[in-house]
């Protein structure tokens, strides 16, 4: 074995070995600047290695002879750590020139070439990045689920639905849950873009299509409902805003307007009142509990109305809640008996046990006792006095 070979070799990965190695030393390092701002200024950093000791010792690293795969993935390291602290147009060039060499195997290319599409996305040169992606993904290589991540990422970023969609339908995206979600939301703008322009046949095809691609995918219903709702055919979206929630409790927080109109459309005060109190219950969205109390107040008695809320207040306690307890005494003109009041002095003076009574005006710590050094960002005299936010003068 030529001992000049092995020499080149092992000072090849020693010296990335140690350009990575100090590269995440000084991420590291950079997230605990807080804590530890001086530091012995003798370590050389990866900027130093690559610019001090200039460009032209990355040349002789990539003009070595041979690359091993363990070299490889040393290098790929290395780009990556590049890119993570912005060096992107080294990192670029080294992936390159990586790519340009004639003796690597398809594998370790298809390796670059999505490093090399990671460094043009970070460059902002989303159709080459978009470009290098669609190959790579033909190619069907080792990394394809990464390769289709990262281009649907892209193709979101430019709003590109339609080609979203249709990767999934000619089958070239791999198959998998995260995948699948986000071809179901590309359908998903895709059929609120077509609402908008009143093709409504296409907003029906894109909620099914989104439906079948995930059925967890609740935004489909909320905008079938929305469809639906935009037509007067206020049964068949209350419909679809049922179904949204039964997918998701979230997507109360998306349909609960048109609901309670569509609801109060059809005149059906009870079936509101069955799902604000469920949604409510389900979601925790206080707008639901709100327009619950409010509908109980206005279809049967305030009375009932305020004796519901002491008691979802006294389990969820909320400002919004205590305004809306406020709207039923003012508008409603419910009195609260002497039990009542007590009932609300107890859930305010526990509301106000558990506020901050300090925060710390440098990184927003929020303490229950005063202190000289903020426990969380550790400056001195930063933690004062909590003022909740000063309500807008009329
Ligand atoms: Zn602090």
């Not at 340009?100 to 990045?129: F, K, M, P, T």
């Not at 190959?135 to 979203?164: C, M, Q, T, Y």
Request: glycine content about 4%.
């Amino acid at each position: 074995m030529p001992s000049a070979e092995m020499f080149d070799m092992a000072l090849l990965y020693i010296l990335l070995l140690a350009a990575i190695a100090l590269g995440w030393t000084l991420g590291y390092r950079f997230a605990n600047q807080a804590k530890k701002t001086d530091y012995p200024d003798w370590i050389p950093s990866v900027d130093y290695i690559l610019a001090e000791s200039n460009d032209a010792s990355l040349e002789k690293l990539l003009k070595v002879d041979h690359i091993d795969d363990d070299s490889v993935d040393l290098f790929l390291k290395l780009g990556k750590s590049l890119r993570d602290k912005g060096e992107i147009d080294r990192a670029m060039h080294l992936h390159q020139r990586l790519f340009a060499r004639a003796d690597l195997d398809r594998s370790v290319i298809h390796s670059i070439q999505l490093e090399l599409a990671y460094d043009y996305s970070a460059a902002g040169l989303l159709d080459r990045a978009e470009r290098i992606l669609r190959e790579l993904l033909e190619a069907k290589g080792h990394n394809n689920e990464r390769v289709a991540a990262l281009l649907i990422e892209l193709l979101e970023e430019e709003g590109e639905w339609r080609d979203i969609l249709e990767l999934y339908t000619s089958k070239k995206l791999p198959g998998g849950v995260e995948l699948g979600r986000r071809v179901a939301h590309a359908a998903c703008e895709l059929a609120e873009r077509s609402l908008k322009k009143g093709e409504y046949l296409e907003v029906q095809k894109l909620c099914r299509q989104s439906l079948k691609i995930d059925g967890r995918c609740a935004r489909a219903h909320v905008v079938s409902g929305n469809l639906a709702y935009g037509q007067q055919e206020y049964r068949e979206a209350v419909r679809c805003y049922l179904k949204a929630a039964e997918t998701d409790q979230q997507a109360v927080v998306r349909t609960l307007d048109k609901m309670i109109d569509a609801f109060t459309k059809l005149n059906d005060a009870e079936g509101l009142l069955a799902q604000l109190q469920k949604q409510w219950s389900d979601s925790h969205y206080i707008p639901a509990l709100t327009a619950f109390i409010e509908t109980l107040a206005t279809e049967k008695n305030s009375s009932d109305a305020a004796v519901r809320l002491l008691k979802e207040l006294e389990s969820s306690p909320s400002n919004q809640g205590f305004l809306t307890l406020a709207e039923l005494v003012v508008t409603h003109r419910q009195s609260l008996d002497k039990s009542q009041l007590l009932q609300v002095y107890d859930i305010l003076r526990r509301i106000v046990a558990a506020e901050p009574k300090f925060v710390c005006s440098n990184c927003g710590f929020k303490a229950k006792e005063p202190h000289w050094r903020c426990p969380s960002c550790k400056d001195w005299a930063t933690v004062k006095a909590y003022v909740p936010q000063p309500p807008i003068s009329k």
